[in-house]
Structure formats: C-alpha cells, structure tokens
C-alpha cells in the first residue's frame, strides 16, 4: 500500500492565516489536522465517498 500525500496550496489573507495559526497553536493542533478534518467535514456532510487508508490496505492483493 502507498502512503503518499498530496500537496495543497491555497491563498488566504495574512491576518486569517496568523489568527488561524494561533487558534490551532492554542487548540494544541496543526493548521494540517485542522484542515484534513474540514476537508474529511465536508466531504461527509456532501456525501462525497472516498477510498481511506484502511480500505486500501483491505483491498490489497496479499494483506488478508
């Protein structure tokens, strides 16, 4: 199984960028756990099915 990551880049204002940080910093959480969990949100709450790590392990030929 590959555990591969994908890179995404977006704009945000520089002030909602320093007070995002510091509500995560303050939270004890990453800017990049936060937004894995709005993306995993949104995708749940549009009922968007996707793959997981846990899935492909399942699916792998020879893991069983």
Known sequence: MEKKTARLTLLIDPHKK??????CAAQDL?????VRQLIR???RDHGVEY???T???RDAPGEQ
Not at 18 to 23: H, M, P, T
């Open 55 to 57: 899935d492909l392990a």
């Open 51 to 53: 793959p997981t790590r």
């Open 41 to 43: 949100d949104y995708l």
């Open 18 to 23: 320093r007070a995002f940080e510091q509500l």
């Open 30 to 34: 990453t800017p990049s756990q936060v």
